[in-house]
């Protein structure tokens, strides 16, 4: 145990720290104590018993109390902290940061923030004005904690480190609060965390249970990790499509913090995971940065080696997608790191070896690994500030990307805000121009390599992020073993792939446009006395949105499964059409344009240019159908949550989530579109009565939506839903792709492969064979297997032109694919193929396919859509809802959701144009 008498006051910017901190942090998790002993700790600072009902890491501290608890920190020492709120989670609960600092720091905050900023976009400023800035400035170390909410021990360890940077009379904290500003994010998922605590205090009994299947340590559906639409928002940072998410990175722009740790909470057999992690890294992070991991690792690794502590580095976590917090935090400058504890997943949790782990336990590590990360980021101010001024002086690239502003301009404006939303520098040409050989017209958009957050830019906006080669190489080897792939998410993430929105990129100068600042402009109405209708073209993002709200407000909304030409312009298939007739038809039409940023516009006549006319038959009226989504087990949470986030909050329409055991029930009848998300367990979940009934609803009239593993449930009972089959997985190398299309294949099972020789199925021995180098690999072949699993790549599928589930999407769109699934096409006599994916040497537009997966999926159905007695059902076997983020499908989902439920039913094929 070491007192703070042996600790001597530091002179700041110098190494003294490494060996005398290391022992005051050893002392501090030694047995039963969370606070670190010997600490004299300033009575004035309320520890954590003295504002809510338990002591330090004594229980999990529901929300509401860590909000309790950092207004009491803030209150006791107002000079010393700044408790700001950064955002409201969905569910209403406020998200907030603690700033902690020396009196001076905390007193001149504003002016360090204004300093910060000047540093991380150092275009034109004096260099003199740049050096004194990185001698004056701390260096802020923002640890944000809780992002999953069931991983309950960071939070607490939030609250810990708080109060010792607070309360500890110690020349050591203040030597470092000289050097650094600690800023706390004790809970990034406010809602996700409620969840966990609810479940936890109704579960547990008079003791901690630390047995894997004890209730309190096994979570019902959903699970604590997730916020409210059930996202992970370790995934979002770049797709900011959480409102959490947004808070945060608005907050974090405001301070660019040069060390950002995200704390989380693992598996409950590992042990403590701290970078540097593992590869692949992602190309656009720097070789100082590497350095720097490197050595925030041994600072940590010290002071875990002095505790006891096991720990690893290096494995499982990698830097390569964009959108974790750590990622994101270091494609700014900062160096990014996750830390994670092995979970006891709530008080006390057992490892399969027998050995305990506990809460305080995970406690006691994040607070120790918190501590040695301020004492090394007080050692490394310097070196820090130095790097990051580097890092933002931006790469020696003079690419840049254009986004042109055509085809649906809303969503072009949106991606364009998206990324000044993340502090990229995004320029707008007020007049059309000409780059890349091409003209592109006013108000398109620039992004410059060349710029501050250059880096993070040009990860977003290329198709490509190569990774070391080797590492595809030894990736390439371990597939051929059927070991698993070594990266730990998706692999593409092209934001203009994910948006479908055109981008290009050449080498160029954009200095001189004007920068992006305003919020783009919204949509266009011509309102007239005479019209007779109103026209929305559809295929814009915008318009989805202003029929749901036009259903939702009782309009009369009308659809074309034609196209034609109206005043010179054209209006695609799917296209909507609302009568003019009705009192103040025009006032709420002009209303919903505005607040959806449709185009509208006033037709005078029913006589068309082309195509056919306002009244022909081949418009439907659009009936405002009840949408129900399966909900709870054994659905995939993040499906689940994704599809009702796209449907509530993108195309702002009302669902009503359904549970699956209710789903045998005569109520379902009140609904006309079930989505059912992506889940592997339906097979074993749904019962006869319920598969009975949804068969029967379907052969009423409903339209059913089976998303990603639901194709297969779907395709797989003993009377198919869908006409289609799973296929296993061809042989290596074999190059004629119809060769596994068999669609035979028994129910319940995927389609045989043609390649299948078996020849002698019996037990007894089977002639001899001499193998060779070459021919092994086939030998051990198993025979039936599923294709090569994919990480997340995204493809290009090519939608069939003549079906209405196409209307308004382009022929060619990128899907994300994820996942082992390949199909079978459904035969014509079935149903339609409405988006199959491309040839192989075209189907990759972002990330990285296996040749063998990219053989084996060319051609094969993406989306399917099948009648079945006057309802409809439609697979998708990937998921357009997929993380809210692929924009560009929002009319796809819109098209499955409002146009099968046009009051003439479902139209299946429409009759082909030379008929007319
Ligand atoms: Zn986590």
């Not at 007020?430 to 990860?459: D, F, K």
């Not at 297997?785 to 382009?810: I, M, N, S």
């Not at 924009?887 to 098209?895: E, F």
């Amino acid at each position: 145990m070491v007192s703070n008498a042996d600790v001597p006051a530091a002179p700041p910017r110098s190494r003294w720290w490494s060996g005398l901190v290391l022992a005051v942090l050893a002392s501090a998790v030694a047995a039963g104590e969370p606070v670190l002993p010997g600490t004299d700790y300033d009575p004035a600072i309320p520890p954590l018993h003295a504002v809510v009902r338990h002591g330090f890491g004594e229980d999990i501290t529901a929300p509401a109390d860590l909000t309790r608890y950092l207004e009491a920190l803030a209150a006791a020492a107002p000079e010393r902290t700044r408790l700001v709120e950064y955002a409201r989670s969905w569910q209403g609960r406020p998200l907030h940061y603690l700033v902690i600092g020396s009196r001076d720091d905390v007193a001149r905050l504003d002016a360090i923030r204004a300093g910060i900023r000047r540093l991380a976009d150092p275009r034109g400023a004096d260099e003199a004005e740049l050096d004194r800035l990185v001698d004056t400035l701390p260096a802020v170390v923002w640890l944000a904690h809780g992002v999953h909410g069931d991983e309950v021990s960071s939070p607490e360890a939030a609250l810990v480190t708080a109060y010792h940077l607070l309360a500890a009379r110690d020349p050591l904290v203040a030597s470092w609060l000289d050097e650094t500003l600690v800023v706390i994010d004790p809970s990034q998922n406010p809602d996700g965390r409620a969840r966990f605590v609810h479940h936890y205090q109704a579960s547990r009994g008079l003791v901690p249970q630390p047995s894997p299947i004890a209730a309190e340590r096994s979570q019902g559906w959903p699970g604590g990790r997730f916020n409210h639409y059930l996202f992970d928002m370790n995934r979002d940072w770049f797709a900011l499509t959480q409102p959490e998410v947004r808070g945060r990175v608005r907050a974090f722009l405001d301070y660019y913090p040069l060390v950002h740790v995200d704390l989380h909470e693992m598996g409950t057999d590992s042990s403590y995971y701290f970078p540097p992690p593992a590869v692949p890294w992602n190309p656009h992070l720097t070789e100082p940065q590497r350095a720097m991991l490197d050595t925030f690792g041994r600072g940590n690794a010290a002071a875990f080696d002095r505790a006891g502590y096991r720990y690893f580095t290096g494995e499982v976590y990698d830097a390569y997608y964009p959108g974790y917090g750590d990622t994101w935090p270091a494609l700014q400058g900062s160096a990014g790191m996750t830390f994670e504890m092995a979970s006891a997943r709530g008080l006390l949790g057992q490892r399969s070896d027998g050995s305990l782990v506990s809460y305080r336990d995970g406690v006691r590590r994040h607070v120790t690994a918190s501590l040695a990360t301020i004492a090394t980021a007080a050692a490394e101010r310097d070196r820090l500030l130095h790097e990051f001024l580097a890092y933002r002086r931006g790469p020696g690239d003079r690419t840049v990307f254009f986004l042109p502003r055509r085809r649906d301009p809303g969503r072009v404006d949106a991606l364009a805000a998206l990324l000044r939303d993340q502090g990229i520098d995004v320029r707008r040409m007020g007049s059309p121009g000409r780059y890349c050989g091409e003209a592109l017209p006013a108000g398109s958009y620039a992004v410059a390599a060349a710029q501050p957050a250059g880096r993070l830019a040009t990860t977003l906006l290329a198709a490509q992020s190569p990774a070391d080669p080797q590492f595809w190489a030894e990736q390439e080897r371990r597939a051929a073993k059927r070991l698993p792939v070594e990266v730990y998410d998706v692999v593409g993430w092209s934001l203009p792939l994910l948006h479908d929105v055109e981008v290009l990129s050449c080498d160029a100068a954009v200095a001189g446009l004007p920068r992006m600042d305003d919020e783009p402009p919204s949509g266009a109405l011509s309102l007239d006395d005479g019209a007779v209708a109103y026209l929305v073209p559809w295929g814009e993002r915008a318009s989805a949105r202003l029929l749901a709200r036009a259903l939702r407000a009782g309009l009369t909304v009308r659809a074309a499964t034609e196209p034609f030409e109206h005043a010179g312009r054209r209006y695609p298939r799917g296209s909507l059409i609302l009568p003019a007739t009705g009192e103040g038809v025009a006032d709420r039409l002009a209303g919903l344009a505005g607040a959806t940023g449709a185009t509208v516009s006033a037709a005078l006549e029913s006589w068309t240019g082309e195509g056919i006319d306002l009244g022909s038959e081949h418009v439907s009226t659009l009936r405002q159908p009840h949408v129900a989504l399966a909900w709870d087990t054994p659905t995939e949470p993040t499906s689940a949550g994704a599809w009702r986030y796209v449907l509530e909050r993108k195309l702002d329409y009302p669902v009503a989530p359904v549970r699956i055991r209710d789903l045998d029930s005569a109520w379902l009848d009140q609904f006309d579109v079930l989505v059912l998300p992506a889940s592997s367990g339906y097979a074993g979940v749904l019962s006869e009565e319920a598969v009975a009934n949804l068969q029967r609803w379907v052969r009423r009239g409903g339209t059913l939506i089976a998303v990603a593993d639901a194709v297969e449930f779907l395709a797989t009972l003993e009377t198919p839903l869908l006409d289609t089959a799973p296929e296993w997985r061809v042989a290596d190398g074999a190059a004629e792709p119809a060769a596994a299309v068999d669609g035979t294949g028994d129910a319940g099972a995927p389609a045989e492969p043609a390649a299948t020789t078996g020849e002698d199925d019996g037990r007894g021995p089977v002639p001899g064979v001499v193998l060779d180098a070459g021919t092994v690999a086939e030998a051990v072949r198993p025979e039936e297997e599923r294709p090569p699993a994919v990480p997340g790549v995204l493809v290009h599928a090519e939608v069939d032109p003549d079906h209405w589930l196409g209307a308004g999407l382009p022929a060619r769109l990128p899907l994300m694919l994820t996942g082992d699934r390949i199909f079978t096409p459904l035969a014509l006599d079935k149903g339609t193929n409405v988006l199959r994916f491309a040839a192989a040497d075209q189907l990759t537009a972002g990330g990285r396919l296996w040749d063998g997966a990219a053989a084996q999926l060319a051609f094969k159905p993406a989306v399917v859509a099948q009648p079945t007695g006057r309802g409809l059902v439609i697979g998708f076997v990937v998921d357009p809802a997929f993380r809210g983020v692929m924009d560009g499908l929002d009319i796809l989902v819109a098209n499955a959701v409002f146009l099968a439920t046009g009051s003439a039913g479902p139209v299946p094929v429409p009759p082909p144009l030379d008929r007319r």
